[in-house]
């Protein structure tokens, strides 16, 4: 079953004057399903145990409750616990009102307002048991169309006129949008905004009879325009992709059992004024596709403007009377009906001249080779930019280093910018972690520029442990991506605090990653002077194999742990003097502390010296 098929079931429930609807929503659906529950609703169908098992394996999102969202099972999952403990009950109880269920949006028709209060309060009380709750209130889920009011379900803003009418809810723009703005971050992002844009055409059948064809995909056009995308299909094409969703939807309503007269979601029987409103007939002067699509042709200030206060604008632009009249009633559709704060990003061509480099970029990343920017360069000058530059608006960059680098090859002047407001509001932190989720995306990555990345990440979220001392999902997510062990990963790290050379001799294999995380361990004036031995000519192993007995590790254990303690005696003098000698807690701190900074210099004093070789091993 599909959208469309609980749509038309909806337009069959309202023909019949079940116009009281309830429209409710499941909070947090997936992540509130109890999983002994849902094995036992699965062995109610399923007679092998294995098969359970498997599901249970499959479902597990790593918690005792809920399962993986993002699993293909999910939803099948959901459908079946939901319809054992919800739908079949539901049928049995209350045959008079029926329910209708998408995923976890739910619909129940009934005859009157009160039985639909009546209804939601039942709806509640069943799905408890199931450990599910109602998202909404009575206030704002109960919808009585008989009386002219409109309920949003599916996407659509559904209405009674002589039979159901469905228009294109605002919440559905806001996905097109969304879509759009994912599109950004994918290869080939244009194909990728183009496949968008049709496939949230393709759900949009049932509002084809309703909408202004013309003004719908001029809309289209501007949205993606704001996006940076120009290249997208002509109205022509918009419509008939548009005009193949109502014919699905004509054909699924017949199946249903839709009379074909009576709200038709879109009448298979159009009049000529209908289709020649929605632009079926010839089109006379007609916008070109470049035109349709380019964002200079549209007035910035019907952006963000629908088509009925457009229309009562150019009605009014040469009457005050009228004007102020179209101001009140704007003012009062605004405040009864919820409005999309305004995104904080747009699309603009800035001068390359104007754009400077995140001062962050080379510290972290260092510089890209000439090789990879001649590369980047002839495909973009083959293939165009897929992805816009990433700035702030005083034009600091955070993602496209390498693009812009690369435009100043191609003696460019201006490169499409998406200028981003929303990452300057969050702080430098947020602007740091794009920039490093953009260098990750390079095609050629250093061991030490993977460390990089991953010393930056650290440093943002933390010490990348949990308070027990395991490592994070930081270090395991990246070195899955690196195709190295967490521990490699680490190793590499520590070698951005040795001097060049000794990074230069890893690197190059004339120093093993072990012999470079030993050196790492040496006091900085033996790093600088084993560095300026190879400097010198010397061969890096016969360097190493000097300087190897005098790896202070212990000491350096040691010595930090003895600071720890020093600290921590510290901080319990400051309490001692702030409270009293007299707190038992404080003297128990203090005497553990001295007993083992006692015990630690016993230690210290029973080893021996830190700078004596160690025994040559014996040769049979």
Known sequence: ????????????????????WVVEDLKDAFGRIPRNRLLDVMRTR????????????????GKKRGIEQGSPLSPLLLNTYLDHLLDKPWEKRFPNWPLIRWADDILVTCPTEKDAREAREELGKLLT??????????????????????????????????????RIAEARWWKLEESLEQAHTQPMAPLVANAAITGWLDQLGPTYGYEEVREV???????????GFDEIPDEKGLR?????????????????????DVGAGGSACLTKATKRRNGEGALKGASSPSNLARADCIPPSTLNVTPARREGRRQSAGDPVKATALRAASSTNGASK???PKPKKRIEFRPLADLRPHPRQADLFGECSDQEIEELAADIGKNGLAHAIEITPDGIIIAGHRRVKAYWHLKRTKVCCWVREDLEELGEQAIEQRLIEDNLNRRQLSKLDQARLYAALRKIRGNDESDNGETG????????????????????????????????????????LSQGTK????????????AERIRNGENPKHVFNIYRGASPVRKSSIETTIAKLVRAIDDCENVRGKIGDSTPATVTNLKRAARKLNELVTTIEAKPPLGKQRPAKQTR
């Open 129 to 166: 048991p199931a450990g599910m709750t109602l998202k909404g209130n009575p206030t704002t889920s109960i919808k009585k169309l008989s009386a002219g009011e409109s309920a949003e379900w599916l996407g659509f803003e559904l209405r009674i006129n002589g039979g159901m009418e469905a």
């Open 1 to 20: 079953r599909s959208v469309y098929d609980a749509l038309a079931i909806a337009e069959q429930r309202s023909n019949a004057r079940l116009t009281s």
């Open 519 to 530: 050196i790492a361990d040496l006091p900085p004036s033996t790093q600088n002077e084993i």
């Open 217 to 227: 995909t001029e809309r289209i056009a501007r949205t993606a325009c704001g996006f």
């Open 473 to 512: 999902d930081i270090r395991d997510i990246l070195a899955t991506r690196f195709g190295v062990s967490g521990r490699t990963l680490d190793r590499w790290r520590r070698m951005l605090a040795v001097p060049r050379e000794i990074q230069r001799a890893v690197e190059l294999q004339m120093l093993t």
């Open 46 to 61: 399923i007679t092998d145990e294995r098969t359970v098992a498997l599901i249970d394996v499959l479902a597990d999102s």
């Open 338 to 340: 919820m409005q999309k």
């Open 240 to 260: 008939d992709c548009w005009e193949r969703a109502h014919g699905r939807w004509q054909q699924i309503r017949q199946t249903i059992g839709v009379s074909a």
